[in-house]
């Protein structure tokens, strides 16, 4: 009925990508469907056999392999503006609404609470409660959450959550972090190992064989962690763990590559 279109022209670099977004665990479910109908394309496989197989419609095989052809894969994280459900909270209303948490208190009380929130702000509970899940707001546990108190709380979370979402095109956005004083602990006795009517054993007491601290570093793209521990914690261990992280992720050829080592903040 329809011919069979060309083979999608795709760059390997393009396809290590895509296949990179299908594998982690953490990509959008609509950016894995759109990736798989552009690998598939790739193949030369007809639009009207990747709908079958994916269980959607040919419109939406030929709009993404169209997408795809103009963006590239940064074209399939992107929605058409104006779809979806339009906000009616604007983003200037829950910036009041998230510094009016962090840097006020209410009349008679030690803190807000959705409804007494709502009622300043003449919106509902339900959107209030949204607002502070979206942000990580939790006024009403004292002892073990602490607000933060920056003027710019709220711009530095969008970009920080943005960049992680979005990140730029040929990025390597890694979430680095540190934990010290990890216990290197061990049994007082070598455990005896499972034999045939017995099961493994252990003894109950330990003895420490004093700390370590742990550097990681995640890969957002490919979902991969790099770490190591060093004996001490200080900023010349933390300065050697980001040079490794710079030699990691440096250009595999001269400087006409497309990636840039790691700026340091």
Known sequence: MWDVPQALAISDEQQRTLEAWIAAHNTPQKVVFRSRIVLMAAEGKANRRIAQELHTGRPTVILWRQRFAEGGPTALTEDAPGRGRKPRISSEKVKQIVEATLHTKPKAATRWSVRSMAQ??????????????????????????????????????????????????????????????????????????????????????????????????????????????????????????????????????????????????
């Open 120 to 265: 300043a702000q003449a919106i509902s509970p339900a959107t209030v409660q949204r607002i502070w899940d979206a942000h990580g707001l939790e006024p009403h546990r004292t002892r073990s959450f602490k607000l933060s108190r920056d003027k710019q709380f709220v711009e530095k979370l969008t970009d920080v959550v943005g960049l992680y979402l979005n990140p730029p095109d040929k990025a390597v956005v890694l979430c680095v972090d540190e934990k010290s004083q990890i216990q290197a602990l061990n049994r007082t006795q070598p455990g005896l190992p499972m034999k045939k009517g017995r099961c493994g054993t252990l003894t109950h007491d330990y003895k420490r064989q004093g700390t370590t601290t742990l550097f990681a570093a995640l890969n957002r793209l490919e979902g991969t962690v790099i770490g190591e521990c060093k004996a001490r914690h200080r900023h010349q261990e933390f300065l050697q763990f980001l040079r490794r992280l710079d030699r990691e992720f440096s250009p595999p050829v001269g400087p006409s590559s497309d990636r840039g080592k790691l700026r340091h903040a």
